[in-house]
T-cell receptor
Framework: AQKITQTQPGMFVQEKEAVTLDCTYDTSDQSYGLFWYKQPSSGEMIFLIYQGSYDEQNATEGRYSLNFQKARKSANLVISASQLGDSAMYFC???????????????FGQGTILTVHP | NAGVTQTPKFQVLKTGQSMTLQCAQDMNHNSMYWYRQDPGMGLRLIYYSASEGTTDKGEVPNGYNVSRLNKREFSLRLESAAPSQTSVYFCASQTGAGELFFGEGSRLTVL
């Protein structure tokens, strides 16, 4: 079974509008972390935002916010006031608790291509 | 601000040739990872190293070997390249919170 599912292969949004990129996850761990990365056409992977499973508040980083619904196992990325430079591939990823150690492998979804129209 | 450095950035191999992808990080992270990225498949973990001296298989380890040479360096070796290994390879190191810092990627083509 897929641990991270991104159901939207592609999304379109008008410049200055908000857009939500969907991510659902599957884990039996109580402690885990959720990440979003951006990959522009140049290919590098850019960290955007992180949400821990015990964090009570939804994470925010500038124009990015993470809509974390633990019971539904979803961690959607919301981008407000979209800009042309937001056009990129976006990946959701999950780190499961690796037996209490400080590291954990990240599992990635298949990604969503976001296109921002002027 | 080097972060994670991968070499080479591009490589073309013939089937059966061998090569090593090099990765070095200067952030004093314990954990390092090798992922491959194929169209429509997202990133898949090949091998990882939780700390210096340890390595473990990820989701797709077949056809690869790794070496954690020291805390800074984690190399990926293809002993006998196959066309199915044509991909973009990313090395990453990990903070204590779990965030990954990625290298710029290495684009490998196997003919």
């Amino acid at each position: 079974a897929q641990k991270i599912t991104q159901t939207q292969p592609g999304m379109f949004v008008q410049e200055k509008e908000a857009v939500t990129l969907d991510c659902t996850y599957d884990t039996s761990d109580q402690s885990y972390g959720l990440f979003w990365y951006k990959q522009p056409s140049s290919g590098e992977m850019i960290f955007l935002i992180y949400q821990g499973s015990y964090d009570e508040q939804n994470a925010t980083e500038g124009r990015y916010s993470l809509n974390f619904q633990k019971a539904r196992k979803s961690a959607n990325l919301v981008i407000s006031a979209s800009q042309l430079g937001d056009s990129a591939m976006y990946f959701c990823a999950m780190r499961e608790n690796a037996g209490g150690t400080s590291y954990g492998k990240l599992t990635f979804g298949q990604g969503t291509i976001l296109t921002v129209h002027p | 601000n080097a972060g994670v450095t991968q070499t080479p950035k591009f490589q073309v191999l013939k089937t059966g040739q061998s090569m090593t992808l090099q990765c070095a990080q200067d952030m004093n992270h314990n954990s390092m990872y090798w992922y491959r990225q194929d169209p429509g498949m997202g990133l898949r973990l090949i091998y990882y190293s939780a700390s210096e001296g340890t390595t473990d298989k990820g989701e797709v380890p077949n056809g690869y070997n790794v070496s954690r040479l020291n805390k800074r360096e984690f190399s990926l070796r293809l002993e006998s390249a196959a066309p199915s290994q044509t991909s973009v390879y990313f090395c990453a190191s990990q903070t204590g919170a779990g965030e990954l810092f990625f290298g710029e990627g290495s684009r490998l083509t196997v003919l």
